[in-house]
């Protein structure tokens, strides 16, 4: 734990290290009226900090620099929880009053808005169609083997099935298995629905387990094939002047399961926040990752995020993040 005064002088060097990207010298943290204190006590405290692993200092400049213990003692001590600003909240409010349409489209539009507000690269994980309640089913005959299944889900995607059915099923039992089908699916997940009771008619009990298995299987994809939809990538570039660092970055955003773990390691860990060498992979030890969750009809079904430099600035950062997934979880439970 530090004391008061240590706290408000590492306080003010994350916070105008942050602001110009340079190293912060006493001169800078004594104009802060908070920290009363003499220009000597303050090279004496940040000197401290330095011995207790919080600041480190380039060896080109006297001023000093967050490490990735101080960048985590400011995100865990800020002292309420950040505003999103009023120009930002009105962004944020006009485009999801005017986001309609399919539910890719909206995702990719979303990680473009989070990446406009944060100035950094934003990604959007796709929900789990396995976790998303069935709206309306149906199926419909395409051919004289051929029945396919629609399926609106909770977010207003659409899934669908085509399966072979007995060549001698008719029609009346197409139109039987359809509304059994409706009355088991509808107000469930389509991860979670039961194996069909058997009727005792052989064509539509055939087509029932068919169709189970498609829609069971189908809504249970494997990790690496989650939706990843990634915005402002091309921002990362302005953010370090290594251009393999950079390179680096951007290649691990094109891997979608990469992504979608990194994102899940941050929330099992309980926070929302990963700094520099807390991710698991190295080529990120100089970035930061902020993440929430977003839920459909009270259940959490993705996650979005914002990757950008240990020096972001996170309350900005956590409230963009926080406000966008609240809006995205509200416009998805709507339809």
Same mark, same amino acid.
């Given at each position: 734990?530090l004391d008061?005064r240590?706290? #408000?002088?590492l306080?003010?060097?994350?916070t105008?290290?942050?602001?110009t ?9 004594v104009?802060?009226p908070?920290?009363d204190?003499?220009p ?5 405290d940040? #000197?401290?900090?330095?011995?207790e692993g919080?600041?480190t200092h380039?060896?080109?400049?006297a001023g ?6 101080g960048?985590r003692?400011f ?11 009023p120009a930002?909240h009105?962004?944020?409010a006009?485009?999801f009053?005017?986001a309609?349409?399919?539910l890719?489209?909206?995702l @990719?539009?979303?990680s473009?808005?989070?990446s406009?507000?944060t100035?950094? $690269? #934003? ?6 169609h396995?976790v ?5 089913s149906?199926?419909?005959r395409?051919g004289p083997?051929?029945v396919?299944?629609v399926?609106?889900l909770s977010? !207003?995607s659409v899934?669908?099935?085509?399966v072979?059915?007995e060549?001698?099923?008719?029609d009346s039992?197409?139109?039987a $298995?359809? $509304?059994?089908l409706?009355d088991q699916l509808c ?8 194996a069909p009771?058997r009727?005792?008619?052989g064509p539509?009990?055939? =087509?029932? !387990?068919?169709l ?6 189908g #809504?249970r994809?494997?990790p690496?094939t989650?939706?990843v939809? *990634?915005g402002?990538?091309? @921002?990362?570039?302005q ?6 660092q *950079?390179r680096e970055v951007?290649?691990i955003?094109?891997?979608?399961f990469v992504?979608v773990s990194?994102?899940?390691?941050v ?5 929302? *926040?990963a700094?520099g060498?807390?991710?698991r992979?190295?080529?990120l030890a100089e970035?930061s990752l ?5 839920e459909?009809?009270d259940?959490?079904?993705?996650t979005?995020? *914002? ?5 972001m600035?996170?309350?900005q950062?956590?409230a963009a993040?926080a406000?966008?997934?609240q809006? =995205?979880?509200?416009?998805?439970s709507s339809?």
């Amino acid at each position: 734990m530090l004391d008061a005064r240590k706290s #408000a002088i590492l306080r003010k060097v994350v916070t105008e290290h942050i602001e110009t990207a340079q190293p912060v010298g006493s001169s800078h943290v004594v104009q802060d009226p908070a920290i009363d204190v003499s220009p000597a006590t303050v090279r004496s405290d940040m #000197a401290a900090l330095e011995r207790e692993g919080y600041l480190t200092h380039p060896h080109t400049s006297a001023g000093r620099i967050p490490t990735d213990k101080g960048y985590r003692f400011f995100v865990d001590n800020l002292s309420d929880a950040p505003l999103l600003d009023p120009a930002s909240h009105e962004q944020v409010a006009t485009f999801f009053d005017r986001a309609h349409g399919e539910l890719e489209r909206m995702l @990719r539009d979303t990680s473009r808005l989070l990446s406009q507000l944060t100035d950094h $690269a #934003a990604v959007v994980v796709a929900p789990a169609h396995e976790v998303l309640t069935v709206r309306s089913s149906m199926l419909t005959r395409l051919g004289p083997r051929v029945v396919l299944h629609v399926a609106v889900l909770s977010n !207003g995607s659409v899934e669908k099935h085509s399966v072979e059915m007995e060549e001698r099923t008719t029609d009346s039992e197409v139109a039987a $298995a359809s $509304a059994l089908l409706a009355d088991q699916l509808c107000g469930h997940t389509l991860g979670r629905a039961a194996a069909p009771a058997r009727t005792g008619n052989g064509p539509v009990d055939v =087509l029932l !387990g068919a169709l189970h298995a498609q829609i069971v299987d189908g #809504a249970r994809p494997a990790p690496e094939t989650e939706e990843v939809y *990634v915005g402002g990538a091309a @921002r990362m570039a302005q953010q370090f002047a290594a251009v393999d660092q *950079v390179r680096e970055v951007l290649s691990i955003l094109e891997q979608s399961f990469v992504v979608v773990s990194l994102l899940h390691d941050v929330l099992s860990t309980g926070q929302s *926040v990963a700094i520099g060498t807390e991710n698991r992979v190295e080529s990120l030890a100089e970035c930061s990752l902020v993440v929430a969750p977003y839920e459909v009809d009270d259940e959490v079904v993705g996650t979005i995020g *914002v990757l950008g430099p240990t020096r972001m600035n996170y309350p900005q950062a956590l409230a963009a993040v926080a406000v966008v997934s609240q809006r =995205l979880g509200r416009q998805l439970s709507s339809g």
